[in-house]
């Protein structure tokens, strides 16, 4: 295969881990293939998952003011959430981005506040900065969603990130829904690689929205039977001659094979 099409997890690794194993994986992954497509639904995925947990991590800095406190917040945190998982990769992160510029935050101290805010400017930075790399890592970005505005994260006068939009408009029907609807042999195959007894709740939500599109089409595509095609997508408008490339395999290869496509890993 001589293309890419990039699923949000390898966006996320790049963009949101610096100088580490899998942001050098994943950057070297992509000079592997001739054109790599970045479809905009993993940006909206990307905004609405990772970004937003790295900037829950931001924003428990500025209510807590303390380093301390917030490390006992996210410990606090059900194990096993995607949510501890990702702030926790946050702080890694910053910390890389401390060691990486120390000039940056050296007047800052080594308080307990202190390191709170030096936390907080270097999360902020990154979370900047990451957002407006999203569209340069790729040789390109494809599949526009005109459902969906790409706004840039912003700090409100709260000192709060505010990353609204997060999800499409609510009020029209999902720019992908017709094309969709118009390969229901696609969709078919896709529902029948999730398999039926599965105890996944993400299983359960994607099986159920193939199913409800090949029953019901006629109906509008909204945005909660879009969010739960969820990887269901990559697959399907994975160009044929393109692999989906995602540290998820578990997940996007049997979607990939059930439709005479392939998932690769950086």
Known sequence: MSDAYVETTV???ILLKPES???RRATTALKRYTKTLLPVYSIKEWKAGPLHNFAYLHDKLVFTKSFSQTLNAISALGRGTYLKSTAMEALAATATSLKAAPQKYAGLG???DEMADSY???LASLIIRSWRK?????THVVDDLTCYVEVEPRVGQDGFFDLTPQKCDGDQECCLGPRLKAQPQLLEAL???IPENSDRTEDQRRRQALKHLLKHP???VDRETCRALGDAIYAFFCPQ???VLTTNLRDHAPLAKAIGKKAEEP
């Open 241 to 243: 001659n393109a692999v």
């Open 191 to 193: 529902r029948k690689a």
């Open 134 to 138: 999203r569209r340069k890592i790729t």
């Open 110 to 112: 080594n308080r307990d």
């Open 21 to 23: 194993p899998k942001q």
């Open 218 to 220: 006629k109906d509008k």
């Open 11 to 13: 966006l996320t690794d």
């Open 120 to 122: 907080r400017l270097a």
